[in-house]
């Protein structure tokens, strides 16, 4: 169903406000994503307010740490009751093993299910140039981001945040039974803001993409929850 593959990302500044919006979208959307911003400033309460709402939480903190503090923090993660997490890819195969290895422990004692682990490649905001110069990494980044990929399955991660444009090299490394999440999505009818490489809804699961991030088409419309049902139409014609 197209309504489990969408997902809104609530940047916004405090638990009012996101709870308005998780209110008004529940009906059609069901996974909110919680990054930095509102995390750092409602703390964990927060999962537990969307969740009593009735939705699913994808906790967006990109976890980069030695090995075993991102375990650790994976099984708090899944104490949470996360749907999804995810953790840098550049922390390494360790790292991330033992994550998935941790949380599968911690939810099997809990009973419950495993968060989905998605690793994240390159951030999107990193350029060819930067690769090279202020990462010293010398591999062009369409190789990187497919190295990385496959890192992170090789680990046991499920999938991996990837901008639109890079699902083709990550299908080719990886297969079809890796989850592909995107953000930088925009419909026709709403503005790019800072996102540069987008693509639409409808070309995004086109593409294969499984879930998609989408924030502020929705969050700043005039009217979100037609926004939001806008979306899913374009997203059911193309699947
Ligand atoms: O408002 P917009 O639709 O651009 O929001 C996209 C969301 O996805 C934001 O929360 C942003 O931080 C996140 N994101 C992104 N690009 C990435 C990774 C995450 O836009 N490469």
Redesign the pocket.
Known sequence: MVKDKLIL?L?VDGRDEALRVVNQLKGSISIF?V?LQLFTREGPEIIRLVQEAGANVFL?AKYHDIPNTVANAGRMATRLGVYMFNVHAMGGYEMMAMTVEATRKMAEELGVRRPIILG?TI???IDQKMLGREMGIGRNMEDEIAHLASLAKKAGLDGV?A?PKEIGIIRKACGQDFIILT????PDWAGK???RRTMTPGEAVQSGANFL?????I?QAADPLKAANKILEEMEKAS
């Open positions: 990302a940047d994503k990054g967006d994240v951030l999107t905001s945040v901008s953000p930088g999505i925009r803001d800072d996102q991030v989408v924030g502020r088409p969050l």
